[in-house]
C-alpha cells in the first residue's frame, strides 16, 4: 500500500479549507432581509424587487362592509407607518343570539388583526360567519391602505397594487371581484363575493375560474359572458370595471406631474322605481370627454324610455361638464338616477384629481397657496333594515361646511322620519366636523346608517 506524501496531503487539506470558505460565503444572503419587504401593507417579500423607497401607509380605511348570514360585516383600520395601529367594527350582526356572539368575537378579531397586520387571521370558534366576512372587510380596508400607500410614492417604477371593486347585485346574490395590478396591467383576478347556494354553487364554480382568466387575459372589463351564468357575468364585469377604475385612480394620482390625466370613473348605482342607474364617465383636464350608462332599466316599457333617454342624457353630461342637466321628457326616474349617479362620479374624479396635486409646485392646486380647496365626497351606501342611506359632504379647509343625504329610507312612516331626522342629522354632521354625533330620537336606524357613511365620506376626504 502506498504512502501518502506529506505535502499532497497538506495541498489536498488547503484545498478543502478553500472550497469551505467558499460554499460559505455563497451561502450569506444578497441583501438584508429587511430591505426585501414592501413598506406598504401586507405586500409580499416578493415586491423588493420594485426597487426604491416605498412608502408606508397612515391614515384610517374603512373596508366594503361584508354580506353574511346573520348581518352586514364592516371593519374599520387606523394605520401608521404600514402598520395597524387599531381595527374596530363599524357594523357586525346584531339582534337575538347574535348580540352574544358579535359582544364575544368582534373583540378578538380586532385584537388578532393588530397582531397579524393582515387579513390572515383565525376564525373565533362559534362565530364561523362574523369571522368569515370580518375578514373580508379587512381585506377590503387594507386594499386600501396599500393603494394608498402606493398613490403616495410619486416615482416611476411600476408598482403592485390590490384594488377591490364594487360589490354588486344581481338576481342570484352579490359579485365582487379583487385584482392585482403591475405595470398597469392584471396579474391575478380573484372573486371575493359570489352568488351561492343551490345551483348557484355549480354555476359559480364553472364561471368564476373562467371570468377570473379571461379578466387576467384581456387586461380589462370588455370580456364575453360566461355561458349559463348571465347574471353572475354581468356583475363581475361591473365589478372588475370598478376595480380597474381604481386602479387607475391611484395609478393617476401617483404621478404628481401638471399633466392632465384622463380617468375614467364609475359612479355609483342608483336604485330608481324602474331599476338601477349607472354612470360612467371619462375626464381629460377637468372635462369630461365621453359619458355612458353602464346600467340602465329594462325590460317591458323601460327599454323605450331607456333608448330614447341615455344618450340626450350622456350627451347633456359632456356638453355640461356637470349632474346639473335637465331631465329627459317621459324619464323622469331614470334621469333623477343618472343625475345622481353621475355626480357620484364627478366626486371620485374630483377626489382623485386632488389627490394627484400633493406638490407645492402648482399655484393654483390646493398645495400652492394659502387658500383652503373645497371637495365634494359621496360615503358608501349603507343598507339599514328600513332601506339604503348615503351621505355626501362638502370639505374645505379640513372642516365640513356641507352635509346632505344623497339616498335615505322612502315609503310609509319612513318618509316622515326621514324628513324629521336627516336635517338635524346634517347640521349636527356640519356642527361635529366629525361623525361623532348623537342619533336623532325616534330615527335609531337611520341615524345608525347616517353616520356610518359620514364616516366612510370622510375617510375618502382624508378626515
Partial sequence: MRKSHPIRRVVLAGAATVSGIVLLLSLKPASDPGSAQAAGIGAPPAASAQGGAQAAATGTFTGDAAQTQYGAVQVRLTVANGKITKAETVQAPKGGRSDQITANAV???????????SADIDAVSGATYTSAGYKESLQSALDKAQASAGA???????QAATVTGDAVQTQYGAVQVRITVNGGKISKAETVQAPKGG????????AVPKLNQAAVAAGTADIDAVSGATYTSAGYKESLQSALDKAQASAGASQGSGAAQAATVTGDAVQTQYGAVQVRITVNGGKISKAETVQAPKGGRSDQVTADAVPKLNQAAVAAGTADIDAVSGATYTSAGY????????DKAQA????SQGSGSQGSGSQGSGAAQARTVTGEVSQTQYGPVQVRVTVAGGKITKAEAVQTPKGGQSDQVTANAVPKL??????????????????TYTSAGYKESLQSAL???GG
Fill in 199 to 206: 345551483r348557484s354553487d355549480q354555476v359559480t364554480a364553472d
Fill in 459 to 461: 375617510d375618502q376626504a
Fill in 107 to 117: 373583540p378578538k378579531l380586532n385584537q388578532a388583526a393588530v397582531a397579524a397586520g
Fill in 352 to 355: 382623485s384629481a386632488g389627490a
Fill in 339 to 346: 343625475k345622481e349617479s353621475l355626480q357620484s362620479a364627478l
Fill in 426 to 443: 346634517n347640521q349636527a354632521a356640519v356642527a361635529a366636523g366629525s361623525a361623532d354625533i348623537d342619533a336623532v330620537s325616534g330615527a
Fill in 152 to 158: 403616495s410614492q410619486g416615482s416611476g417604477a411600476a
